[in-house]
C-alpha cells in the first residue's frame, strides 16, 4: 500500500529524503524480483514432477506441458492396451506343412525322415544311421526302435497328403499325371523314378505305399511323389509321355519305369 501510494504522489516536498524518481526505480526493481520468483517457482516445481526435465514455464508453455502429458498418457495406456491384446493373442506353434504347392503342382518331401538325433539334427537315411549303433529319435525326444519302418510311414503319409491337396485344390481337374521318387538298391543306391497318371491319386498313391500298386513300387519303396492336375486323361497321359523322357534323360534309361515300360528295375542297374 505505501510503494502504490507512492507512485501517486503529486509532488515531493524539498525536504523529502527519497525522490519520486528514486521510487519509480525501486518499484521497477521489486517487480522484476517478483517475477523472477515466480518463475524459478514455476521452473522447479515443473522439474519435480516431470522427474528433472525442467522447463522454464509461462502460462502458454505450461498449457502446452500439460497437453503434452495428457497425451503421452493417452498414447501410453493405449500402447498398454495394444501390448495386453497382442499377449493375450499368442501366436500359433510352427508346423511344418506335409507338402509344397507351386501354382497346380503339389509336391510331398522327400527329405523329411521324422527321424533325429540326440541333438535334434534330421536324420536323412535312417536306416544307415542306424546301423552304426546310434540312437533315433522323433521330433518328441522318444526313441525309434524301427526306424526305417516308421520313417517310411512319415513318407507315406506325406505323400497321401499331397494326393488330398491336389485333389482339393484342383476340384476342375479330370486326371492327374505323377512322379513318385522311389528308392534305389537297398536304399542306398541312386534314386529311381516311376511316373503314371491317374483320376484318383488318393487311392492310386495309397496303392504305391502298400504294395498294391505297380511292379516297381512293390519292388522299391516310393519316397516322394509331384503331382500335376489335367484337364482331361488324354491331357494327363501326353504329359506322362513327356515326363518319361524327361526323367529318362536325366536319371538314365534304366532309372525310369512308366509310361508303358513297367518292368522291375534289374540288379544290374543299381551297379551302373
Not at 501510494?5 to 521510487?23: E, Q
Not at 526323367?247 to 542297374?269: I, P
Request: aromatic fraction near 6%; hydrophobic fraction near 25%; glycine fraction near 10%.
Amino acid at each position: 500500500i505505501f510503494v502504490v501510494n507512492c507512485c501517486h504522489i503529486p509532488y515531493c516536498p524539498r525536504g523529502a529524503i527519497v525522490s519520486r524518481s528514486t521510487i519509480h526505480v525501486v518499484l521497477v526493481l521489486v517487480q522484476r524480483a517478483l517475477v523472477n520468483g515466480v518463475q524459478a517457482t514455476r521452473y522447479f516445481d515443473g522439474r519435480m514432477k516431470r522427474g528433472g526435465r525442467g522447463r522454464s514455464t509461462t502460462s502458454s508453455s505450461s498449457g502446452s506441458s500439460s497437453g503434452r502429458k495428457t497425451s503421452n498418457k493417452s498414447s501410453s495406456s493405449s500402447s498398454s492396451g495394444h501390448k495386453s491384446a497382442s499377449a493375450a493373442k499368442a501366436p500359433p506353434k510352427y508346423k511344418k506343412p506335409a507338402t509344397t504347392r507351386t501354382g497346380g503342382v503339389v509336391s510331398s518331401s522327400s527329405t523329411n525322415t521324422g527321424c533325429y538325433t540326440k541333438t535334434g539334427a534330421p536324420i536323412r537315411n535312417p536306416k544307415a544311421y542306424a546301423a552304426t549303433g546310434a540312437v533315433v529319435q522323433n521330433r518328441y525326444k522318444q526313441t525309434i526302435k524301427a526306424p526305417e519302418k516308421y520313417s517310411s510311414a512319415v513318407q507315406g503319409n506325406s505323400m497321401v497328403a499331397a494326393a488330398k491337396t491336389a485333389k482339393k485344390s484342383n476340384p476342375k481337374a479330370k486326371a492327374f499325371s505323377y512322379v513318385a521318387q522311389v528308392e534305389g538298391d537297398g536304399g542306398r543306391g541312386p534314386k529311381r523314378s516311376y511316373v503314371g497318371y491317374t483320376t484318383n491319386p488318393e487311392r492310386r498313391i495309397q496303392e504305391h505305399i502298400s504294395g498294391t500298386g505297380a511292379k516297381v513300387t512293390q519292388e522299391c519303396r516310393p519316397m516322394s511323389v509331384k503331382i500335376t492336375p489335367h484337364h482331361s486323361a488324354d491331357a494327363a497321359k501326353k504329359a506322362e509321355t513327356r515326363t518319361y523322357y524327361k526323367e529318362k534323360k536325366q536319371l538314365g534309361g534304366d532309372r525310369v519305369r512308366g509310361a508303358g515300360n513297367t518292368a522291375r528295375f534289374s540288379k544290374s542297374s543299381s551297379s551302373k
